[in-house]
């Protein structure tokens, strides 16, 4: 089974999202005819498939800078929160609230599927943002393999105290990952990003 999966996607060096899919597919299987839980075994064999890919040692560096920049991420939507509270200040708040705007304006142009002009250009939202982000993926999987394992585990661990809740899981992911997001969007918006399009991008890893 290991050599048939790694026949997949054979044009991808080091991680590649889709022999991490199959893999976990065929862990979770063969999990499940053994008695086992699916999820233990998918996850099992996606982590498996991803560390053996990473043998390759620029697909590992990369596959680590994604696992870190989740929780870097986390960290800033963190700092953004603690300014929104008024705790670093006036100054800093009123910055909070602004970027924070520039998120939600963002989404919400997403959401509503809008073109708009920008740099004398039109551009749509929704397509720009998804495009973006599928060309990021394609270019660079072992990073975003890296940001999906560091979600994987955090939601494991934080799951625990529900005793491996299905709903528990879906529902911390989901917070897990707008969290993540959200500061990832952040992120670029400090670094002086305004195209609503490239905020969205962001927020699934895009740098």
């Known amino acids: 089974m290991s050599k048939v999966i790694?026949?997949?996607?054979?044009?991808?060096?080091?991680?590649s999202i889709q022999r991490a899919f199959a893999a976990a597919i065929a862990g979770g299987t063969a999990s499940v005819i053994?008695?086992?839980?699916?999820?233990?075994?998918a996850i099992t064999g996606a982590f498996s498939r991803i560390f053996n890919d990473d043998s390759?040692?620029?697909?590992?560096e990369a596959y680590k800078k994604g696992f870190k920049e989740y929780f870097s991420d986390q960290e800033?939507?963190?700092?953004?929160?603690?300014?929104?509270?008024?705790?670093?200040?006036?100054?800093?708040?009123?910055?909070?609230?602004?970027?924070?705007?520039l998120v939600i304006e963002a989404t919400r142009m997403f959401v509503n599927d809008v073109t708009i002009e920008y740099n004398g250009e039109l551009i749509n939202v929704r397509s720009e943002s998804l495009s973006g982000f599928w060309d990021w993926v394609q270019e660079n999987p072992a990073q975003f393999s890296g940001r999906f394992s560091a979600n994987a585990l955090t939601v494991g661990v934080?799951?625990?105290?529900?005793?491996?809740?299905?709903?528990?899981?879906?529902?911390?992911?989901?917070?897990?990952?707008?969290?993540?997001?959200?500061?990832?969007?952040?992120?670029?918006?400090?670094?002086?990003?305004?195209?609503?399009?490239?905020?969205?991008?962001?927020?699934?890893?895009?740098?």
């Open 76 to 101: 800033r939507f963190l700092a953004h929160s603690d300014a929104l509270t008024g705790a670093q200040g006036p100054e800093a708040q009123q910055l909070a609230q602004q970027q924070g705007a």
């Open 34 to 41: 053994g008695g086992g839980k699916f999820k233990n075994g």
């Open 56 to 60: 390759h040692p620029s697909g590992f």
């Open 158 to 207: 934080s799951s625990i105290p529900f005793r491996g809740s299905i709903t528990a899981s879906i529902i911390l992911g989901g917070a897990l990952t707008t969290t993540s997001g959200i500061g990832a969007a952040l992120k670029a918006i400090d670094s002086g990003m305004q195209n609503p399009a490239a905020i969205i991008s962001a927020m699934g890893g895009v740098r």
């Open 6 to 15: 790694g026949g997949i996607d054979p044009n991808t060096a080091g991680v």
